[in-house]
């Protein structure tokens, strides 16, 4: 999993969102898939989405101290769980900073 400064994760152009009182749905425009965040993926997305030129793991994470209290290192596990689905998924990509 890419945590370093030069990878920045970005959102796929072709994934849609929307939020309500249960966290985040996102939606793929192309295969029409549906995928349901809780919480702390929707803090997650929002923060990404904040930054459509991508951000870095260590950016996103120290977003999310500021919404949870939680110990740094959990959030950086959780954050990196939820990341690696996120791609797998097709809903987010990682680039290379240049």
Not at 27 to 33: A, N, Q, R, V, Y
Not at 55 to 64: G, P, S, W
Request: charged share 25%; glycine share 4%; with cysteine.
């Amino acid at each position: 999993m890419q945590t370093s400064k030069s990878v920045l994760w970005k959102i796929c152009s072709n994934i849609q969102s929307s939020m309500d009182s249960n966290g985040v749905l996102l939606l793929d425009i192309e295969d029409h898939f549906y995928y349901s965040l809780d919480r702390l993926g929707a803090q997650i997305w929002i923060t990404i989405e904040t930054s459509p030129l991508g951000i870095a793991f260590d950016d996103i994470l120290d977003a999310l101290e500021t919404h949870f209290d939680a110990a740094r290192n959990q959030l950086a596990d959780d954050l990196r769980v939820r990341l690696q689905r996120l791609r797998a998924l097709g809903f987010i990509e990682t680039l290379r900073k240049t």
